[in-house]
Antibody, heavy 117, light 112 residues
Framework: EVKLVESGGGLVQPGGSLRLSCSAS????????MYWVRQAPGKGLEYVSA????????WNADSVKGRFAISRDTSKNELYLQMSSLRPEDTAVYYC??????????WGQGALVTVSS | DVVLTQSPLCLPVTLGQPASISCRSS???????????LTWFQQRPGQSPRRLIY???NRDSGVPDRFSGSGSGTDFTLNISRVEAEDVGVYYC?????????FGQGTKLEIK
């Protein structure tokens, strides 16, 4: 059974940093492209970052370029999102998402990140 | 970026009645392999999004057959043949044919 469990969310001040983790089970990260997708309170869905199955290709949305970095640990089958220079507009629930043929077939339960002083 | 425009944004429906949501793309979603990578998600209140339909019309396992998808190119539709109470939530379309993948604004389905 595929399962994605995010952790590491919380309250952080503007300009601060936070690292989200996603523990994956039921499949290997090395077989699929993985994404982080966020949803601001009461708003829609926004792609944030992605990492290819070989781990040598990463992509970031323009809104987070230079501030967020996606990575993974294949020995632990865990996905990460390192977030720095956080802004109030980064406040959102962050979902870890598995991709299958450019459709997102599994989503985690989400981790809430609140950027506020 | 490709813009997906959903309509309506709010959809009040009587139980047992049909419902239809449109998703229009600013560019054709026909990919070089012949597929339209258009996906529909359902997000129930307080839950994560759940994939309902992928590549326009392929229903996921466990999704009731009252849900169906259609369309090609720039115009796509999600149909619910008879709305049930458990269908309340927000529905999103998403395109994967162009980078970056983008989502529609969402359509909130509620019971009249």
């Amino acid at each position: 059974e595929v399962k994605l469990v995010e952790s590491g969310g919380g309250l952080v001040q503007p300009g601060g940093s936070l690292r989200l983790s996603c523990s994956a089970s039921g499949f290997a990260l090395t077989d699929y492209t993985m994404y982080w997708v966020r949803q601001a309170p009461g708003k829609g869905l926004e792609y944030v970052s992605a990492i290819g199955p070989r781990g040598d290709s990463t992509w970031n949305a323009d809104s987070v370029k230079g501030r967020f970095a996606i990575s993974r640990d294949t020995s632990k089958n865990e996905l990460y999102l390192q977030m720095s220079s956080l802004r109030p507009e980064d406040t959102a629930v962050y979902y870890c998402v598995k991709d299958l043929h450019v459709t997102f077939d599994y989503w985690g339960q989400g981790a809430l990140v609140t950027v506020s002083s | 970026d490709v813009v997906l425009t959903q309509s309506p944004l709010c959809l009040p429906v009587t139980l047992g009645q049909p419902a239809s949501i449109s998703c229009r793309s600013s560019q054709s979603l026909l990919y070089s392999d012949g597929n339209n990578y258009l996906t529909w998600f359902q997000q129930r209140p307080g839950q994560s999004p759940r994939r309902l339909i992928y590549k326009v019309s392929n229903r996921d396992s466990g999704v009731p057959d009252r849900f169906s998808g259609s369309g090609s190119g720039t115009d796509f539709t999600l149909n619910i043949s008879r709305v049930e109470a458990e269908d309340v939530g927000v529905y999103y379309c998403m395109q994967g044919s162009h980078w970056p993948h983008t989502f529609g604004q969402g359509t909130k389905l509620e019971i009249k």
